[in-house]
């Protein structure tokens, strides 16, 4: 006998998320490391799920969005602050070297994907912002 089931988006980040924070590696970074979350709507599920809260908006924890083909940007002004870092659990004001610099064994960072191959190969959509000085077009 075969099942399929369809999740919308919100339902599929969800048990994405409570998979992540179930690992054995949240749980040692829980326990005496750090655990670095970036932005991402999956990764604000993952953040309420670590944390056990759920005044997290996930849509709020994103740099962009693809729609309808086209990669978009999140407005600065409308996205909370990312990333969070939790040290043994708990939310700690470090930006992400300062994190580093402090490295434990169990420290954990979570990044997220955009998409996934047939291998298991994960696939991230980056980008950036080259400013080039008015020098470079004379």
Known sequence: ?????????SESRRLIAKGVSAMKEIKAARESGYTIICGGTTNG????????????PPQKYTAGT??????CTTDADKRSPFPIILFQGERVKKTIPEALNDFHRETVIIKGANAI????????????????????FE
């Open 1 to 9: 006998m075969k099942a399929a089931f369809i999740l919308v988006p």
């Open 45 to 56: 599920y993952v953040a309420q799920e670590i944390l056990g809260v759920t005044d997290i």
């Open 66 to 71: 693809i729609c309808s083909r086209v990669v």
């Open 117 to 136: 191959d047939a291998s298991g190969k994960v696939g991230v959509i980056s980008s950036i912002r080259v400013i080039f000085p008015e020098a470079c």
